[in-house]
């Protein structure tokens, strides 16, 4: 199976700073990777498909990058609601994999 | 709006057999795969099983041969048949849609399964 890292465990950030968060696929997805926002209590929100497309709704501040093996999620400004829990996800083979998540924490 | 709500959860005794049921509206059904991802406590995602729009199904190594996912486009609904359950089944259970070569774009707010004597 494909496995996914995500690095670092957790970031420790305050509002309005930048965030850049990296997956990385054990053999090349190609650009079939997806990331996921987790709130406590709360199920996961799709925020970016294909590597880099926002999904509907998602603010502009959310981008992602990258393909093959190497990806990144970058969060241009913290708002309050950011602070949550980030998982990237592949679905180029089978069995579908997620990352073992990045906690975006309040500084 | 889509709106999935899943059902069904609750305590079993390791061996025991659970079936979740996820009702699903506002898209078109018949169209989406659909799928089930679980979230043991205090854990990330793992992606449980999805069944594609032409009723072809896959799972996770670990859940093949014990459970079984299916849909009734008639209803609208999904189902996640859970047999010979074990101590790490116990998850938070939701079902989402994957429109047809895309990523999970809608959630459930999941079904609790708790495996414990």
């Known amino acids: 199976e494909i496995v996914l890292t995500q690095s670092p465990a957790t970031l420790s950030l305050s509002p309005r700073e930048r965030a850049t968060l990296s997956c990385r696929a054990s053999q090349s997805v190609g650009s079939s990777l997806a990331w996921y926002q987790q709130n406590p209590g709360q199920a996961p929100r799709l925020l970016i498909s294909?590597?880099?497309n926002r999904a509907t709704g998602i603010p502009a501040r959310f981008s992602g990058s990258g393909s093959g093996t190497d990806f990144t999620l970058t969060i241009s400004s913290l708002e309050p609601e950011d602070f949550a829990v980030y998982y990237c996800h592949q679905r180029s083979k089978w069995p579908w994999t997620f990352g073992q998540g990045t906690t975006v924490g309040v500084k | 709006e889509v709106q999935l709500l899943e059902s069904g959860g609750g305590l079993v005794q390791p061996g025991g057999s659970l079936t979740l049921s996820c009702t699903a509206s506002g898209f078109a059904f018949s169209e989406s795969a659909l799928s089930w991802v679980r979230q043991a406590p205090g854990k990330g995602l793992e992606w449980v099983s999805t069944?594609?729009?032409?009723?072809?199904?896959y799972y996770l190594d670990s859940v093949k041969d014990r459970f079984t996912v299916s849909r009734d486009i008639s209803k609208n609904m999904l189902y996640l048949q859970m047999n010979s359950l074990r101590a790490d089944d116990t998850a938070l259970y939701y079902c989402?849609?994957?429109?047809?070569?895309?990523?999970?774009?809608?959630w459930g707010q999941g079904a609790l399964v708790t495996v414990s004597p």
């Open positions: 069944v594609g729009t032409a009723d072809d199904t």
């Open positions: 989402a849609k994957n429109p047809v070569g895309d990523f999970l774009d809608s």
């Open positions: 294909d590597a880099s």
